[in-house]
């Protein structure tokens, strides 16, 4: 059994902060990426942020120079700090993560989301 626990969620005024934590816990693995998406009412999931087993980052351009990606591989966990925040960031924000398990391979994961509301 996996779990990807999130938390941070909440309302915010817009220009506001908010900080999202997710931590991997449940069963023996290894993590080569972990990253977030988001999904907004009538629109696709996309992604925000990724960052691979060596900490090279990927942000979506919409949210470069605003949202700083890191992780805690001691803890299993990833964190987006989110700054300025604008309403068009409003979305359920998911955790993702790429889970190797010996003698299994890799396999994806996902949080049940936590939602982020931006008010203008």
């Known amino acids: 059994q996996v779990q990807l626990v999130e938390s941070g969620g909440g309302l915010v005024q817009a220009g506001g902060s908010l900080r999202l934590s997710c931590a991997a816990s449940?069963?023996?693995?290894?993590?080569?990426?972990m990253g977030w998406y988001r999904q907004a009412p009538g629109k696709q999931r996309e992604l925000v942020a990724a960052i691979t087993s060596d900490d090279i980052t990927n942000y979506a351009d919409s949210v470069k120079g605003r949202f700083t990606i890191s992780r805690d591989n001691a803890k299993d966990a990833v964190y987006l700090q989110m700054n300025s925040l604008k309403p068009e960031d409003t979305a359920v924000y998911y955790c993702a993560a790429e889970l190797h398990f010996a003698g299994t391979g890799s396999i994806d994961y996902w949080g049940k989301g936590t939602l982020v509301t931006v008010s203008s």
């Open positions: 449940g069963s023996i693995f290894s993590i080569n990426s």
